[in-house]
């Protein structure tokens, strides 16, 4: 059973340190490579569906989250305010606990046509949220969080096709990492739950619920309806995944939001000339960056899909005499894009530099038969296959279209 707390640090993808302080966890330089191309896919994808990227800062004014509802229903799980200035200029800033207020007086701050709309808003963006040390852990429970968050906003009409739209995105992207959804789950308020957790608004709720149900019946997608896991603000659609213990998490969502378009006082200019209200759909593909490498670290056990591995390609020269050979073979691969290395026989001897870079998918072996003939090398494959030697060219160009495809098969179909 595979624990990404375990295989991170074992294969230096990430750390912690005390002074640093607990769920605030550093990215090593492999780390960093498998969290990019990660964020790189996630904007591609979102790119082709037609979003737009924004950039927002991680403090507000606590004003804004007291117009969002956040500080009323949220603030047990936000870091205290800092105070500045001095006087009458005294104000406090909060670091944020959700991008969607931010997102909200991006949308306000210019006029709108209905004609924009649908106008798809998204952002990769850092948050932060006071969780309590006990329930800490590796990379699934921070308190710096960067979550790929998106905010839709739309008329009436448009509000179910955007949420059916976005849970095709989630699916697509979960083919392209290998990651299964469990279930998909309708998270309802607690029936009759008080101190203030959630809005109240009931003809909301219902709207909102009556919208997503629709959501998740046209996409034929089975569900369960969960009390009491709802976000403040309304209900949601949580696409729930297990780690290797079987234990459930939350790694994407879909949410109907009518709530934050009224306290923000959010419009567009309809085709009769008039100012009507968008819908706010939120949406994100793959929650937090940081609990999406633990489950594909847990996943694939380190072993990354080529265009997710850190390395993609090794060089093993078996002897310094093929030093020559493996550079150019090195250069080849970083011209085409490739994360390639060279480990040579400085490291050790071939049998231990093999088991070394165990779980880089591709590696180049280069002996005197292969430098002989001056462009051959010899492939190993990380599943222990060994397709034979191939020119270094064809090698260089298999490995760029299986990463440009982002499958996980290694050679010929697998």
């Keep these: 059973m595979h624990d990404h707390r375990r295989l991170g640090r074992e294969l230096d993808l990430f750390d912690t340190d005390p002074l640093m302080g607990a769920g605030l966890p550093y990215w090593l330089p492999d780390g960093a490579v498998v969290r990019h191309a990660l964020e790189e896919y996630i904007r591609e994808a979102e790119r082709e569906a037609g979003y737009r990227h924004v950039h927002s800062p991680v403090l507000g004014k606590r004003e804004l989250y007291e117009i969002s ?10 870091f205290p305010p800092m105070d500045l200035g001095g006087g009458s200029g005294t104000e406090q800033l909060v670091l ?11 949308y306000r701050s210019r006029s709108h046509s209905y004609r924009e709309l649908p106008f798809r808003m998204a952002e990769l963006g850092g948050m932060y949220r006071s969780e309590l040390s006990g329930v800490l852990g590796g990379l699934t429970r921070v308190r710096a969080i960067h979550l790929n968050d998106a905010h839709i906003f739309c008329t009436l009409d448009q509000a179910v096709d955007e949420a059916r739209a976005a849970l095709e995105l989630i699916a697509r992207a979960y083919a392209d990492l290998g990651i299964r959804a469990v279930r998909h789950r309708l998270s309802l308020p607690s029936e009759g739950a008080g101190g203030g957790k959630y809005i109240a ?13 629709e959501v998740l019946d046209g996409s034929g997608i089975p569900y369960e309806a969960a009390e009491g896991e709802a976000a403040f603000y309304g209900p949601k659609i949580d696409v729930q995944i297990a780690d290797p213990a079987g ?8 949410q109907i939001d009518f709530h934050q378009p009224e306290r923000f006082d959010l419009h567009y200019i309809g085709p009769d000339g008039a100012k009507h209200r968008p819908v706010m759909v939120h949406r994100s593909i793959i929650g937090s960056v940081e609990r999406a490498v633990a489950h594909l670290i847990e996943r694939h056990g380190g072993a990354f899909p080529v265009w997710l591995a850190p390395v993609q390609l090794v060089i093993l020269p078996v002897s310094d005499a093929q030093t020559e050979q493996a550079e150019r ?25 093999i088991r070394a870079v165990r779980l880089v998918p591709y590696q180049a072996v280069i002996g005197e038969r292969e430098a002989a003939d001056g462009e051959l090398v010899a492939v190993r494959l990380r599943d222990g296959r060994k397709p034979g030697a191939v020119p270094a060219a064809e090698l260089v160009t298999r490995i760029a279209a299986r990463a440009a495809a982002r499958g996980t098969e290694l050679w010929d179909g697998r």
């Design 69 to 78: 509802g956040h500080w009323d229903h949220y603030s047990d799980d936000m």
């Design 247 to 254: 234990r459930e998490s939350t790694l994407s969502t879909v």
């Design 201 to 213: 608004d009931p003809e909301l709720w219902r709207r909102a619920t009556a919208l997503l149900r």
């Design 329 to 353: 073979l090195l250069h080849r691969a970083l011209d085409r894009g490739l994360r390639a290395e060279l480990a040579g026989p400085e490291h050790g001897t071939l049998g231990a530099r």
């Design 96 to 106: 944020r606990p959700s991008l969607c207020p931010h997102h909200a007086l991006i």
